[in-house]
């Protein structure tokens, strides 16, 4: 993918129109329409919606000539009228709900990618962290260290289109709101994508050109936390420790002997993993990118993949493994810098773990982290979006909900509330309302446990 030499430029702190994505501390802008977009695709958008609104009105007057019995039109020319209408008007939604404008005049063509070339997610960058310093020094409103602590951004997204699966984007809120408390509480700043930053990198590998940006473009970032969707925190208070990590710049739950003994292509997971903001981070972006492109570039990687990593089926190249053939193919390179974490659940499968969240809450408490309580729980193989998975879709989705419930509960407490179960979305009073509330909130608030407060 293309991009622009970097430069790196002061920012207002409410945010404006210049350069990166938005993160939660940047203002939002409104009222500026169709701003940026080519004229062309203007001009198409309002005719799309100039069409839907002639079409409802010939339905409803369909619907009235239905309904009264009046009309001109014999009954197989209404037929007819109908079915036009009706392949009309799907045809323009599903233009509209498509993230790609065919027709476009004013959309450059893009030229198709050359399997023979190295594939790059944009201009080398050999200076990064020289750069980066000199921003820092140069723009102290933006520090890298918050309080004290190490400035993370949370990245997660879900693609541009709705589900196929209508009630994934109802879960897909659920976890967007999940991610939010947490990061509310935490004081960590979020971004959640929909777009596409790159058409080659869809899928699995999304992540990468945006987590290359997001680093570019906010250097005030110390790490970047990247989690799926499909993961949802579950302990409210524990909190990643950083100072663990001084030495490391990735971060991802996996074990060595699965890694160096095994070669298992499940040895580590990239569903929740830590990025430093730092050049060794893209010179590993630019090392792992090459087998993503979809098409015969991701296939024939595909086939590397399955043929060197324990256990693999056969299927294109995935980011996952593709990490995991990268640190052991070039370990002498990479693993000095890489930790492989598994005393707490950066990382928890969701099968092992949702049934027995009651036990947990009679035996346990929060801010453990780890199999008794654990740090995220990650629903791997149910793809609540999408049109199919590798478990029942009721299961996945009442597991979801179980572990939605199971952390929501830690954030409901300090107002006087808890869900009356893990499956259903009511909720009941726990305590009753007091004129001297601040003791409840000395005494309940869940920061006060993050903070190490009594």
Known sequence: MGQ???????????????????????????????????????????????????????????????????????????????????????????????DSDPNDPDEPAETEINPNATYTLGPKISDWDQQRKVWLSQNPEFPNLVHGKARILLVTGSPPNPCDNPIGDHYLLKSVKNKIDYCRIHGIEIVYNMAHLDKELAGYWAKLPLIRRLMLSHPELEWIWWM???????????????????????????????????????????????????????????AWAPMGPKGPIREEAGKILTANLKGRPAFEADDQSALIYLLLSQKDKWMDKVFLENQYYLHGYWAGLVDRYEEMMEKYHPGLGDERWPFVTHFVGCKPCGSYGDYPVERCLSSMQRAFNFADNQVLKLYGFRHRGLLGPNIKRIRNETAAPLEIVDKLDIRRSVHGKS
Not at 63 to 79: M, P, Y
């Open 4 to 98: 622009e030499n970097f430069a790196p430029q002061k920012r207002a702190l409410t945010g404006g129109p210049g350069g990166g994505l938005p993160t939660t501390n940047a203002g939002a802008g409104r009222g500026r329409g169709f701003a940026g977009m080519p004229r062309g695709r203007q001009i198409h958008k309002t005719f799309n919606n100039i069409k839907i609104t002639i079409l409802c009105g010939f339905v409803t007057i369909l619907v009235l000539r239905g309904t009264i019995g009046v009309g001109n039109l014999g009954s197989s020319d209404a037929d007819a009228v109908n079915q036009n209408l009706i392949e009309e008007t799907n045809r323009i939604l599903a233009e509209i709900r498509s």
């Open 228 to 286: 799926d969707s499909d993961a949802f925190f579950t302990d409210m208070v524990f909190e990643i420790p950083l100072e663990k990590y001084a030495k490391y710049n990735l971060v991802v739950h996996g074990y060595p002997d699965l890694m160096f003994e095994q070669k298992s292509w499940i040895a580590l997971n990239t569903g929740s993993f830590l990025f430093r903001n730092c050049q060794w981070s893209l010179d590993l972006l630019d």
